[in-house]
């Protein structure tokens, strides 16, 4: 098991950008694959990208590609996401999660994951 602390959430307006970072313990970072997802009031959760252990192997959902940017960096324990040209529809809380796994690949469904941090809101204003 792992535990995952998101950081980095706020109020932002259109068009503007935020840096969400997920701090993990517990196990080899390296070892994981690691996601974020959102889920905003009255939605069902969204994926949102995710990265292979090494972050060689990474997939967006279709509504963030070619605005957010999902990195991580193994020797700080720490996944990142930067957000660009954030929409009003950005808005949602955020969180990351994780998996063991023993190949370089990376997953989509909210149902790969087994570990999973408390979320952190992001609000984008119109």
């Known amino acids: 098991q792992v535990q995952l602390v998101e950081s980095g959430g706020g109020l932002v307006q259109a068009g503007g950008s935020l840096r969400l970072s997920c701090a993990a313990s517990g196990r080899t970072f390296s070892g994981y694959a690691m996601g974020w997802f959102r889920q905003a009031p009255g939605k069902e959760r969204e994926f949102v990208a995710a990265?292979?252990?090494?972050?060689?192997?990474?997939y967006y959902g279709d509504s963030v590609k070619g605005r957010f940017t999902i990195f991580r960096d193994n020797a700080k324990n720490t996944v990142y996401m930067q957000m660009n040209n954030l929409k009003p529809e950005d808005t949602a809380v955020y969180s990351c999660?994780?998996?063991?796994?023993?190949?370089?690949?990376?997953?989509?469904?909210?149902?790969?994951?087994?570990?999973w941090g408390q979320g952190t809101q992001v609000t984008v204003s119109s």
């Open positions: 999660a994780a998996r063991s796994s023993a190949f370089d690949i990376s997953f989509r469904s909210s149902d790969d994951y087994n570990d």
């Open positions: 990265i292979s252990r090494s972050g060689g192997v990474k």
